[in-house]
């Protein structure tokens, strides 16, 4: 059975939003998956320290750097900050910003398979007047779940890591079309997303 480490804080808006749409497309759609939970004030340095090495993917949200992603209680993963042990062997997603920068390749080189991340800001719009069910924010689902899929996909097991970039660039590009006249700037917003993504292997980039 996979074992999967969600770290999902909510300490802000981004993070509360993020969180609900990976609870919601990808937690609850794999339940006889083994699951271990970080989330609110449990996503911290080091229960991530004692639970990531027992685990296959890693699923993150949460502020972040070029050097680091942050949890809801301090930095949970910064370069030259943990142990192999943690990383080694795992399938790795960071839906955060600029982390895909330096922390990615780091991770790699610290025996990760794959990790994905994103190069610039992560960027979604949303409307608060979803504050008590973030996941059914319409606007925001055009930009989290694209994330989603690629998540999903890793859990699923697919190791096709190219093919699970492309898929989640078509979708992002695929809504950005769908409401370009109407909404120029959150088509221009997801085109950015789009081109920010990164996921990289052993071999190097993958995307």
Same mark, same amino acid.
Not at 9 to 37: C, D, G
Not at 155 to 162: L, M, T
Not at 169 to 175: H, I, P, T, W
């Given at each position: 059975?996979?074992?999967?480490?969600?770290?999902?804080?909510?300490?802000?808006?981004?993070?509360?939003?993020? #969180?609900?749409? @990976?609870?919601?497309?990808?937690? =609850?759609?794999?339940?006889?998956?083994?699951?271990?939970?970080?989330?609110? %004030?449990?996503? %911290?340095?080091?229960?991530?320290?004692?639970? $990531?090495?027992? #685990?296959?993917?890693?699923?993150?949200? *949460?502020?972040?750097?070029?050097?680091?992603?942050?949890?809801?209680?301090? /930095? @949970?993963?910064? /370069?030259?900050?943990?142990?192999?042990?943690?990383?080694?062997?795992?399938?790795?997603?960071?839906?955060?910003?600029?982390? *895909?920068?330096?922390?990615?390749?780091?991770? /790699?080189?610290?025996?990760?398979?794959?990790?994905? *991340?994103?190069?610039?800001?992560?960027?979604?719009? @949303?409307?608060?007047?979803?504050?008590?069910? !973030?996941?059914?924010?319409?606007?925001?689902?055009?930009?989290?779940?694209?994330?989603?899929?690629?998540?999903?996909?890793?859990?699923? *097991?697919?190791?096709? =890591?190219?093919? /699970?970039?492309?898929?989640? %660039?078509?979708?992002?590009?695929?809504? $950005?079309?769908?409401?370009?006249?109407?909404? !120029?700037?959150?088509?221009?917003?997801?085109?950015?997303?789009?081109?920010?993504?990164?996921?990289?292997?052993?071999?190097?980039?993958?995307?």
């Amino acid at each position: 059975m996979k074992k999967i480490l969600f770290s999902l804080p909510a300490e802000s808006l981004a993070t509360r939003w993020a #969180s609900s749409f @990976i609870k919601m497309n990808v937690v =609850y759609t794999h339940l006889s998956a083994y699951r271990q939970y970080l989330v609110r %004030r449990l996503s %911290r340095r080091k229960l991530f320290e004692l639970r $990531a090495p027992q #685990s296959d993917v890693i699923i993150a949200t *949460g502020h972040g750097a070029t050097d680091r992603i942050a949890g809801q209680k301090g /930095i @949970i993963l910064a /370069i030259d900050e943990y142990s192999d042990k943690e990383v080694s062997g795992k399938k790795i997603y960071l839906l955060s910003c600029m982390a *895909g920068q330096d922390l990615a390749p780091d991770l /790699i080189r610290k025996g990760a398979k794959v990790v994905y *991340g994103y190069s610039e800001d992560f960027v979604a719009l @949303i409307n608060t007047k979803y504050f008590l069910t !973030p996941f059914n924010d319409p606007a925001a689902g055009d930009f989290f779940k694209p994330a989603c899929t690629g998540m999903k996909m890793l859990v699923d *097991g697919n190791e096709d =890591y190219k093919q /699970i970039a492309d898929k989640q %660039r078509e979708e992002f590009l695929r809504n $950005a079309e769908r409401v370009r006249t109407e909404d !120029p700037e959150a088509s221009a917003l997801m085109q950015h997303n789009a081109d920010a993504l990164v996921c990289y292997t052993v071999d190097g980039k993958c995307s």
